[in-house]
Every structure is written in structure tokens, then in C-alpha cells.
């Protein structure tokens, strides 16, 4: 965990032994966009994003994660607004606060000396703090919710591999609606579960958000990943419910998602062309999503995803209501893979109230510089029924450190 001669670190009453080391990491990013519809400019923008992180490793298992994101807050981006007139001018939006502040580690590993055979199955994982919770790709669960966990890994049972349960309580920085606002009075419980057979795995993962203001509801999903004639096709198939206890409130409604991938790797490159669809029954909506991080159809591809810097909207709509849809890409590397183009075509149909149908070409360019830097490239155009032809592009230089 560190650079140099291991020290001898010093050992707890418990038994553990601890060797302390800090590391620091981050992300900066820095993008410039326009929007324009039918010739003229819609929006344009410069804005900038950072991710930094510090964690304290005290054993290979044990760890104190602090992360802040100072460039940003509330879905604004430090930078400069071009357009429209009305919003021109520097954007400030420097902050100081904490985002990610986590201790996790394992309970075999914290009190060795209560099993110094290893032999009574001790290795219960926990976390406790802000942390980013994830079931189901983000779709179900997708927020760093101020939350207690607890782990069981490699178990198992007949006919499996492996199985991993994990029971969770979030007390607070739940976000959940349409617009994933933060619900003070909500609480979360979630039982997540993978596990391990032959061809596939299986993940079923429920929730229980309890809120006195927004109203309680109740969330499940069920999916299955498997690799498929010789590993070359990867399948994905996910159905996500959510049921409020009541009436749909502002925060939760009643509906059903289906959701299905598949990717292959063509023959000779490393090359992956890919197919997603979905289907909305009623108004699906996830137990809780981050701020900024639009609906649960991100995962559809590069047209449905949002950039996370500025207000570069999804090209398509990712939210899940009543809605069906789908996009076929293609991703292509050389260079090394240090260079990368995905060409996509995208499509969407509200199938109640206005019924409309909405289609989209996308292409993204993401070039490597050095050893950490990214350039990438964004462009695409949005046909809208009755709607004049939308079209934009973005330009962003990454940086990791």
C-alpha cells in the first residue's frame, strides 16, 4: 500500500496490525459545448468539474475515503455561460463540501485474535458514512447515501460459485423523484444479493424507502449477466419495479422497467457493437439516484447518458415513464486502444399522452495523451416529431492524477 521499505506499523489491542498510508487522487475536467436548433444557438458553455479524493489505508482491508467535488454544486459548474443572453457571465460555484467521507473494512480482520485459526467464518465486510451505494448498474440504487452496511461474501450453496448478501440502512442524502432531489425525511433499507452459477449472475436486490414527506414505496430488481457462445456475447437482462405505499407523489411512482443488453466482440479485434432496449410500463422510478445524474435509462448508451460537466443535457430522454426505445452502437479501438470512436443511432417513443417519437445519431472520439490525459470529442443530431432538427457538439480534456 505504500512506496518504499514496509514499516513495521503498530498493532491494535484487538490484534490487527496497521500500516498506515495516504494516497490522494482525482479527475479534473474541462469541457466547452453548444446546442442549436434549427440554426441558431440555443446554449453554450465552459465548464469545469473536479473529483478529489484522499484515502487512509491502514491494512489491505481497512480504509478511511474522503472525496469533495469544490468546481460544482447543485447541477452548476464552475466556468463561463456564452448563451443564452440571459444566463451570460462567470459561473462560481467553488465549494468546501464533503461528498465522500467512508470507513470500511472487514470484522475477521479488525479482531484477529477472536479467531487466530480463521476457522469460524468472521469475514463480515461493513462500511459506515457517505458512500456511493450501487444495485442493479445504478438503475434501482445510484447515490452516495449516508449509510451503514454489512457484507457476507463466498458463500456457497449447492449448486453455486459464490454468493454475496449484503443488508443497508441510509439515514440520510437520499435522492429520489423525477429530478433526484434530496428527501431529508427519508430512510432507506435495502437488501442486496448476488450470486454465482454456472453460466450467469444473478443479482436480486430489494428497497424500502421509508419517508414521512414524500411518501413510502416499496423497490425490486431481478437480473441475470451471462457470457455466451464462447464468451464472445455478453447478455444483460434486468426488470426493475418500484410500488409507493399510497398514491405516486412527486418522489415515487408505480411502474415497471425492462431492460436488455447485448454486446459481441467481432471476430479478430477488440472491437464491441451493441444493442440496448427498454420498456417502461407506467412511471418507474428508482429508490434513490444522485443530483445531476438524470433517470435510470443512463445505461442505454452514449445517447441517453448526460456528460456530468455543464448542462449538457442526454440527447435522449433517460427517464422511464411510459416509454419505449432502444440504440444500436458501435465501438471501435486502434492505437494501441489509445484511441476510440463509438458511432450510435438511438430512439425513444412515449407510448401514452402525446405519444411522440424522438431519433438520434451520435458519435463520440476519446483520443489518450500521455499517460493522463483524455481528449474527447462529442457530437450528434435529435429528430423530434413536429420539433425542428436539434444538433450540438462538445469539446473536453480530462486529466487523472
Not at 484487538?14 to 446554449?43: K, M
Not at 484522499?54 to 452548476?76: C, M, Y
Not at 412515449?350 to 483520443?367: F, K, P, V, W
Request: aromatic share 10%; glycine share 12%.
Amino acid at each position: 500500500l505504500g512506496t518504499g521499505t514496509l514499516g513495521k506499523g503498530f498493532t491494535l489491542p484487538t490484534g490487527a496490525v496497521w500500516q498506515p498510508s495516504l494516497f490522494a487522487w482525482g479527475v479534473l475536467r474541462s469541457a466547452i459545448h453548444g446546442i442549436w436548433e434549427s440554426g441558431t444557438e440555443e446554449r453554450s458553455q465552459w465548464a469545469n468539474r473536479l473529483d478529489l479524493f484522499g484515502q487512509l489505508s491502514l491494512t489491505p482491508t481497512e480504509r478511511v475515503v474522503i472525496g469533495f467535488r469544490p468546481l460544482d454544486q447543485n447541477g452548476r459548474f464552475s466556468g463561463y455561460t456564452f448563451s443564452p443572453d440571459a444566463l451570460r457571465g462567470t459561473v462560481n460555484e467553488l465549494n468546501a463540501e464533503i461528498d465522500t467521507l467512508y470507513f470500511e473494512g472487514d470484522f475477521g480482520e479488525l479482531f484477529p485474535k477472536l479467531d487466530p485459526k480463521d476457522s469460524k467464518g468472521l469475514d463480515y465486510g461493513f462500511g459506515v458514512g457517505r458512500m456511493p451505494v450501487i444495485a442493479q448498474d445504478g438503475m434501482l440504487v445510484g447515490d452516495p447515501i449516508d449509510s451503514a452496511g454489512v457484507v457476507r461474501n463466498t458463500m456457497r450453496p449447492r449448486g453455486t460459485s459464490n454468493l454475496r448478501v449484503t443488508g443497508m440502512f441510509g439515514w440520510g442524502n437520499v435522492h429520489r423523484g423525477g429530478d433526484n432531489v434530496e428527501d431529508p425525511s427519508a430512510r432507506l433499507y435495502a437488501l442486496f444479493s448476488e450470486v454465482d452459477v454456472r453460466k450467469s449472475q444473478i443479482a436480486f436486490d430489494v428497497a424500502y424507502v421509508d419517508s414521512g414527506e414524500k411518501g413510502d414505496a416499496l423497490y425490486a430488481g431481478l437480473s441475470a449477466t451471462q457470457r455466451i457462445a464462447s464468451e464472445r456475447i455478453n447478455t444483460v437482462v434486468r426488470v426493475l419495479v418500484s410500488a409507493p405505499a399510497g398514491e405516486d407523489t412527486s418522489a415515487v411512482g408505480s411502474g415497471v422497467l425492462v431492460f436488455g443488453t447485448a454486446s459481441i466482440t467481432p471476430q479478430s479485434t477488440h472491437d464491441l457493437a451493441y444493442l440496448s432496449l427498454f420498456a417502461a410500463f407506467d412511471n418507474y422510478t428508482p429508490a434513490a439516484r444522485a443530483a445531476g445524474t438524470g433517470g435510470p435509462l443512463v445505461n442505454a448508451g452514449i445517447l441517453f447518458e448526460g456528460s456530468g460537466v455543464g448542462a449538457w443535457a442526454p440527447v435522449l430522454s433517460n427517464r422511464s415513464k411510459d416509454v419505449l426505445g432502444g440504440a444500436l452502437g458501435y465501438q471501435r479501438f486502434w492505437n494501441g486502444a489509445r484511441t476510440q470512436l463509438v458511432l450510435e443511432a438511438g430512439a425513444r417513443e412515449e407510448t401514452e399522452a402525446t405519444r411522440s417519437l424522438s431519433g438520434a445519431l451520435g458519435c463520440r472520439l476519446q483520443q489518450a495523451l500521455g499517460k493522463r490525459f483524455i481528449v474527447r470529442l462529442d457530437t450528434f443530431a435529435l429528430a423530434r416529431e413536429a420539433l425542428e432538427l436539434r444538433y450540438g457538439g462538445r469539446a473536453e480534456v480530462l486529466l487523472k492524477f
